[in-house]
């Protein structure tokens, strides 16, 4: 055996796959360059490091499960002006949710809430939070489905384990007694523990209505909102501009 799998040899054993992978890449680079010893032993920590930083987000992504890959570096705020550059950007020091509150993004369809709250979480799990991402409906049948089983506060820890819950088109639809008491237990559980980020197309006001004016909405309404920051966006569905421009 040569002496550079020998050596490559020892850095696999020590768990450093990336140096361990591509030693002879990073020998190359560093005659070619003519780097000092300590830019050398600098340069091969610096490669570790990234590799497993990269190969972290990549696994938070796939288990954030996002419906899409949206970008925040893609948003056109140009075109949507009801909420600005500046709003979006003091959300991603993530002080909402170290303190464990909440994103509201109130809005008519197509005017960028569910863009915007993926954008947020991506930055979120480039910081080094988890995410998981729901659709509402899709949301509430697993939780009925655990409370049928017996183990929705199995199944709410688990939801739980993470840093921030997407929670995407809450209110589209009407929502069965039993839908709106899990909805419930799940709000109560991450209430001052764990964020919730939530997009609707009702406004609180009517959100009453949507959970039927019984005796879990105030509570539900009340607890989203304590601690929150609330965006309400306005102007035409993106989707159609794009339909009248083609
Ligand atoms: P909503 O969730 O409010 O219904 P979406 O976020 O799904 O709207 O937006 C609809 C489509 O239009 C998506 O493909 C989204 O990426 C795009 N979109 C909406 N607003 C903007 C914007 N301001 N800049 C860039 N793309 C946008
Ligand atoms: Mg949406």
Not at 86 to 103: K, P, V, Y
Not at 112 to 128: D, N, P, R, S, Y
Not at 135 to 144: H, P, S
Not at 160 to 185: C, H, N, T, W
Request: charged fraction near 30%; hydrophobic fraction near 40%.
């Amino acid at each position: 055996m040569g002496q550079l799998e020998a050596t490559a040899g020892r850095y696999r054993s020590l768990r450093l796959s990336a140096i361990a992978g591509d030693l002879a890449d990073l020998l190359g680079q560093a005659e070619a360059n003519e780097v000092s010893y300590l830019t050398f032993a600098d340069m091969l920590a610096e490669h570790e490091r990234a590799q497993r930083e990269a190969k972290r987000i990549d696994l938070y992504r796939r288990q954030a499960k996002f419906p899409s890959d949206k970008r925040l570096e893609d948003f056109d705020y140009r075109y949507q002006t009801t909420i600005t550059k500046r709003q979006i950007n003091a959300l991603l020091d993530f002080a909402f949710l170290d303190n464990r509150e909440n994103l509201v993004l109130i809005g008519p369809p197509g005017v960028g809430k569910t863009h915007l709250a993926i954008g947020v979480a991506q930055k979120a799990i480039e910081a080094g939070y988890r995410v998981r991402f729901r659709n509402a409906l899709d949301l509430v049948e697993e939780l009925e489905l655990a409370e049928m089983k017996g183990e929705l506060k199995k199944k709410l820890a688990q939801l739980a384990k993470v840093d921030a819950l997407v929670i995407d088109e809450l209110g589209y639809l009407p929502m069965s007694r039993q839908a709106r008491y899990a909805l419930f237990q799940l709000v109560n559980r991450f209430y001052e523990h764990r964020s919730l980020m939530i997009t609707t197309n009702k406004d609180f006001t009517h959100w009453g209505e949507f959970f039927h004016d019984d005796n879990v909405a105030v509570p539900i309404v009340d607890r989203i909102i304590h601690h929150s920051h609330v965006y309400m966006l306005g102007g035409e569905s993106y989707r159609l501009k794009q339909k009248t421009l083609s």
